[in-house]
């Protein structure tokens, strides 16, 4: 059973950065991409970054140069950070990690490719 659980959401104003964690555990490393998504009330989930399972990362247009993502693994335990610099008022959203078994990597920004997600956690950029 894969479970992903993400932390670290809050508020700050427009330029400023905010780090996100979100805790994997139950994976397979050699089958899994891992994604960052984000919602807005109304809108449909986005996908935000990914790492797949040959460690490749994939980025959205629209965070490139101002997101990063990166990983730890312990045994079978993976911890997914997204550090996000830069940040303007259009990020406002939940943010949720999540994880599945992908192997085209033309869709591995695709939301309905992933089978397990965590709670979420809100991010919030004011003007």
């Known amino acids: 059973q894969v479970e992903l659980v993400e932390s670290g959401g809050g508020s700050v104003q427009s330029g400023g950065s905010l780090r996100l964690h979100c805790i994997v555990s139950?994976?397979?490393?050699?089958?899994?991409?891992i994604g960052w998504f984000r919602q807005v009330p109304g809108k449909q989930r986005e996908g935000v970054c990914a790492?797949?399972?040959?460690?490749?990362?994939?980025?959205a247009d629209s965070v490139k140069g101002r997101f990063t993502v990166s990983q730890d693994n312990t045994e079978n335990t993976l911890t997914l950070h997204l550090q996000m610099n830069s940040l303007k008022p259009e990020d406002t959203a939940m943010y949720y990690c999540?994880?599945?078994?992908?192997?085209?990597?033309?869709?591995?920004?695709?939301?309905?490719?992933?089978?397990?997600w965590g709670q979420g956690t809100q991010v919030t950029v004011s003007s």
């Open positions: 999540a994880g599945g078994v992908i192997f085209d990597t033309d869709v591995v920004l695709d939301p309905d490719h992933y089978s397990f």
């Open positions: 139950g994976y397979t490393a050699d089958t899994y991409s």
């Open positions: 790492i797949d399972h040959d460690g490749g990362i994939t980025y």
